[in-house]
């Protein structure tokens, strides 16, 4: 298979108009697995969607909504899909109500950013890892059509985020089977990013910087409408995550012309090469 540089890879994905390299030239490349669709440049559009996939309401803005707004303001669409309501984010209050709370935050930054927010009612801390789950975001897959997902890394403190980059995994490979009938057809992905989040940095590689500097602004104000966006639960989200985009801008910068630049950035970890598994169908529940 053809090796290609990140450069070539953002912009076949639609989202790399103004991204830089990160890693070594030695550094893996781009996941391409079966069913995946391969795309030219010409083919490649800033009208791709982006889909977040994440374990909680928070994860999913404050990790992943920079690039889905971004995407947004290409001319794409971005879709923010939490696998819990995040109910148990603070002890002080009853799980319900904060779950309501983070369900409201969540789709009042999905409007700020102009994307679509969509949830499964899985509990927080408790998201199974099983074929159950998977098809649900298999059928999501298959209904929202995303070109691009961006998850969790695997290297996490929190188990809800492990269990959720083992069902996107399996989800994309399921939605893009021919063979395995569900209510939509099949639909295969073209490429599987990971965030850069404070509990999952085990093991995760700063493979490619994206500019978000023309919605960083409004991804800030998506962000602050979680009150534990200040620190509330005990983490100072907003100063960690708006000095990392900082920081991640600073590093992009270097070595760039200063028609290149910019201020601000999001790393994005390239999936690992996924095996072709020689399966034509599965039995689907």
């Given amino acids: ?25 030695d550094s893996p490349q781009g996941t391409v697995w079966p069913g995946a669709r391969s795309k030219t440049s010409s083919e490649a ?89 998977r098809f649900q975001v298999c059928d999501a897959i298959r209904k929202y059509k995303p ?20 069902i996107v995994g399996d989800a994309i490979f399921y939605a893009g089977l021919p063979g395995i009938k569900r209510e939509l057809p099949a639909h295969s992905v073209s490429q599987l990013l990971f965030a850069e989040n404070w509990e999952d940095a085990k093991g995760f590689k700063d493979d490619l910087y994206l500019d978000v500097t023309p919605v960083f602004a409004r991804w800030v104000e998506a962000c602050e409408a979680f009150p534990m966006w200040r620190g509330e639960t005990g983490f100072d989200y907003d100063d960690y995550y708006k000095s990392l985009a900082v920081t991640r801008g600073a ?14 950035a999001v790393a994005l970890m390239l999936a690992p090469s996924w095996l072709a598994r020689p399966v034509e169908s599965l039995p689907s529940p």
């Avoid at 298979?1 to 030239?25: C, D, N, T």
């Avoid at 148990?88 to 927010?117: C, F, N, R, S």
Wanted: hydrophobic content about 40%; proline content about 5%.
């Fill in 1 to 25: 298979m053809k090796q290609r540089s990140r450069r070539e890879i953002l912009k076949e994905l639609g989202i790399g108009a103004a991204v830089m390299s990160a890693r070594p030239k």
């Fill in 45 to 133: 559009s800033a009208h791709a969607t982006l889909m977040a996939i994440a374990a909680h309401p928070g994860d999913t803005v404050f990790t992943m909504a920079a690039a889905a707004g971004r995407q947004v303001n290409a001319g794409g669409r971005g879709v923010l899909f939490s696998l819990t309501h995040g109910e148990h984010g603070d002890p002080a209050i009853p799980p319900a109500e904060y779950g309501a709370m983070q369900v409201a935050a969540t789709e009042k930054a999905a409007k700020i950013l102009g994307a679509e927010a969509l949830f499964l009612p899985y509990p927080d801390g408790e998201l199974p890892n099983n074929e159950a789950v």
């Fill in 147 to 166: 070109d691009i997902i961006i998850t969790h890394w695997k290297g996490s403190m929190h188990k809800d985020h492990r269990a959720c980059y083992h």
């Fill in 251 to 264: 590093l992009a910068r270097v070595g760039q012309k200063r028609s290149n630049r910019f201020k601000v």
